[in-house]
């Protein structure tokens, strides 16, 4: 199920071009156009759901989640680290209403960075 008037779903269907990282049957994982590390990957299912929230079935979610890890060793972070981060509603500013995933990596993060990310 897509959302004619979702952009991430634009992208996962291949109507938007994209830099591609990952994608399979499920999920497709792409750059952010706003990357705030070395390391923005976004990592969003086909079907869309507004958010985390959004009673994403077990099976969906763990496609997402397990596509986290392979995005991680494309991108060459899994040694060294990198942050998953999933912002969830206007409050945290989840700017585009398609649940996706953020991996960030590449450079040392401080704890509590409020810069981190906003998506």
């Known amino acids: 199920m897509q959302r004619d008037d979702c952009i991430f779903c634009k992208i996962a269907a291949g109507e938007i071009p994209s830099t591609k ?3 399979d049957d499920a999920v497709v994982a792409f ?3 706003s990357p705030m590390m070395p390391v923005h ?3 969003v299912p086909r079907n869309h759901y ?3 929230a959004d ?3 077990v099976e969906e979610m763990g496609r ?3 596509a986290v890890g392979k995005v991680a060793d494309l991108k060459g972070v899994r040694e ?3 942050r998953v981060v999933v912002n969830t509603g206007d409050d945290a500013c989840q700017s585009v209403h398609h649940v ?3 991996v960030l990596g590449g450079a040392q993060m401080n704890d509590g960075d409020p810069s981190l990310p906003q998506a």
């Open 21 to 23: 990282v990952y994608e």
């Open 31 to 33: 750059e952010d156009l």
């Open 41 to 43: 990957t976004l990592i």
């Open 50 to 52: 507004d958010n985390i």
């Open 55 to 57: 009673g994403i079935p």
């Open 64 to 66: 997402l989640f397990e």
């Open 80 to 82: 060294s680290g990198f």
């Open 100 to 102: 996706h995933v953020h």
